[in-house]
């Protein structure tokens, strides 16, 4: 991953967890994950197990913003990193060989 496309701006990051915090009490993120499905692997899970993904992380410019908010499971999470979405899809790729 090229270092230079990560921000740094300590502040940003701290005022978009702030979002997130709030919207995870919502009444919007408790009907998105009541699905208990998540979004990168497809697989079921209780939906309070199912962890908030910013589909863009903040550390690469993504924003606490509904369209880049999704569930997923604390695997996906942890294994997704600081992906963008094109360089998830190639390490799911290259993990399938």
């Not at 699905?35 to 993904?53: A, K, Q, R, V, W």
């Not at 369209?67 to 094109?86: A, D, G, I, S």
Request: aromatic letters at 12%; glycine letters at 4%.
């Amino acid at each position: 991953m090229d270092v230079n496309l990560i921000f740094t701006d300590d502040e940003f990051i701290k005022k978009e967890r702030d979002k997130a915090r709030k919207l995870r009490s919502s009444q919007w993120w408790k009907r998105k994950r009541s699905s208990g499905i998540c979004h990168y692997c497809e697989n079921n899970f209780i939906p309070n197990e199912l962890t908030m993904d910013h589909v863009i992380p903040l550390s690469r410019g993504g924003e606490s913003q509904k369209f880049n908010l999704v569930p997923c499971c604390k695997e996906c999470n942890t294994k997704k990193r600081q992906f963008l979405p094109f360089e998830w899809e190639e390490y799911m790729t290259f993990l399938k060989k």
